[in-house]
């Protein structure tokens, strides 16, 4: 159904108490498949991010996901 690479599918958002950040995937992809819609955001590492990174990475999907624009947006997240 659509697919974006970056920066069209980095993903703006307010982050705590006046907090700005942007969640930045490397592609989003979303497939029709039936009667449902499967949606994706795509990290590629080839091993070259620190753990440190992966782990940052992880915490700004959260801090994304709890926004609930996805969610508002898609009714998926």
């Keep these: 159904l ?3 690479t970056e920066p069209s599918c980095w993903r703006p958002f307010q982050k705590g108490l006046g ?3 942007t ?3 490397d592609l989003f992809i979303a497939l ?3 009667d449902f ?3 994706w955001f795509l990290e590629i590492d080839l091993g070259t991010e620190s753990s440190t990174a ?3 990475k992880c915490r700004t ?3 994304y996901q709890r926004t609930g624009r996805e969610q508002a947006s898609h ?3």
């Design 2 to 4: 659509s697919i974006e």
């Design 37 to 39: 819609e499967d949606r």
């Design 54 to 56: 992966v782990v940052k």
């Design 61 to 63: 999907y959260l801090d």
């Design 19 to 21: 907090g700005h950040d």
């Design 75 to 77: 009714d998926v997240f």
């Design 23 to 25: 969640l930045k995937p």
């Design 32 to 34: 029709g498949l039936g």
